[in-house]
Each structure stands twice: as C-alpha cells, then as structure tokens.
T-cell receptor, first 112, second 118 residues
Framework: KQEVTQIPAALSVPEGENLVLNCSFT??????LQWFRQDPGKGLTSLLL?????REQTSGRLNASLDKSSGRSTLYIAASQPGDSATYLC???????????FGTGTRLTIIP | GAVVSQHPSRVICKSGTSVKIECRSL??????MFWYRQFPKQSLMLMAT?????????EQGVEKDKFLINHASLTLSTLTVTSAHPEDSSFYIC??????????????FGSGTRLTVV
C-alpha cells in the first residue's frame, strides 16, 4: 500500500533554533514531492517542490531534501521564528496515480 | 505563480438547503482539479477528481448525488453540497495540478471553505 508518514506528529522548539521535519514514503516511484504548510482554518501553502530527479530545493530559510531510494524527505527550517508555527504536510503523487497522497502532518510550535 | 481562488471562505446554511463552492484558476488553465474535505486536526481526505468537460471521479464512500461537481471550463470547478445536513459541516479545499516547464508539475490549493450547517 502506498503511504506517506511524517514524524514527529508534533514538535515544539524555542525561537531561533534550527529544526528538521521528516517525511517517509513506501514506494520510491514518485513524480515529485511537495511540502506544504497549513495555518489553522486556512488552505495549504506550497513551500517547496522537489522533482523526482532532484535531490534538494531551497527557499529562504527552508531547505528540502529528497532521497528516493530510501523513501525519505526532510524539511530543514533554519533560525525558526514564531511565524513558522503551523502544520507542515508532505505529499507525493505516486507514479500511475495523479492524486496526491498526504502525510499525517507535523504540528510545529515555535516558542517565543 | 499559479493561484487558485476559492469562494466563499465561510458559509452557514440551514439544514436541507444546497451550497455551492467555487474554485477558479486565476492565471493558468486547470484541466484537472481535486476536491478535499478536512475534519478538525486531521489530514485532507480526497473526495473527487474533476476533469474539464467530463464527469468527476469520486472516491469510494463519497456520495456523488450529494456532492455535485461541475468542471465546465478550464478555469472553474464547482462543488455543490445538496440537501446539506449538520454532518456535512466541514472544511472543503480545492486543488489544481499545475503543469510547468519540462512537463514538471506540482499542486496548488485554494484557501478553503468552512461550511457550517445549522
């Protein structure tokens, strides 16, 4: 069964710290992997998109890596800020399926 | 970047009435759109996939007569919740697949609609 898992489910860190969120998927045959953030009561905001041929993508304080062979991706957030508090979701379209399969999400709280 | 506009953001309706939610792609053509439902503190649940000019494909367990999806143009998909009941109260989000250069694509999401049925 094609599944996406995120660990941890929740994370609280003091402001200013660097942190890593993890995403794992059961099938390495993916088109790409996308990281999103969701604020309470809001839609999803795309953070980073990594194509299957790429190893990482960077945007500002965010860096996402992709290791297809091991079925893992990480989202690195540098110098965390209270505004980073949100739920972070990773999602993949497995090959042969245009639908996105979402991870379970990590609820991040940055403590001022 | 590719933007999907979803309206309304919040709607309260009486039990038994119907509610229409619109999802528009603003700066690109969306041949495929997706409709999700999200319960509090849970991840998104795919309800259906809509393709422009054809019937929507519903996920198992989703009542197609209750959740009517229309994708009549390349920039507009609508979800109509018919004969709404309190258990239909939820957060509904649309999404569109974006085809980029080199055939690469990602997904962009609307801002969601909070439906409350009283």
């Amino acid at each position: 069964k094609q599944e996406v898992t995120q660990i941890p489910a929740a994370l609280s860190v003091p402001e200013g710290e660097n942190l890593v969120l993890n995403c794992s998927f059961t099938d390495s045959a993916i088109y790409n992997l996308q990281w999103f953030r969701q604020d309470p009561g809001k839609g999803l905001t795309s953070l980073l998109l990594i194509q299957s041929s790429q190893r990482e993508q960077t945007s500002g304080r965010l860096n996402a890596s992709l290791d297809k062979s091991s079925g893992r991706s990480t989202l690195y957030i540098a110098a965390s800020q209270p505004g980073d508090s949100a739920t972070y979701l990773c999602a993949v379209p497995f090959m042969g399926n245009e639908k996105l399969t979402f991870g379970t999400g990590t609820r991040l709280t940055i403590i001022p | 970047g590719a933007v999907v506009s979803q309206h309304p953001s919040r709607v309260i309706c009486k039990s038994g009435t119907s509610v229409k939610i619109e999802c528009r792609s603003l700066d690109f053509q969306a041949t495929t759109m997706f409709w999700y439902r999200q319960f509090p503190k849970q991840s998104l649940m795919l309800m259906a996939t809509s393709n422009e000019g054809s019937k929507a494909t519903y996920e198992q367990g989703v009542e197609k007569d209750k959740f009517l999806i229309n994708h009549a143009s390349l920039t507009l998909s609508t979800l109509t919740v018919t004969s709404a009941h309190p258990e239909d109260s939820s957060f509904y989000i649309c999404s569109a697949r974006v085809i980029g250069t080199g055939g690469y694509y990602g997904y962009t999401f609307g801002s969601g609609t909070r439906l409350t049925v009283v």
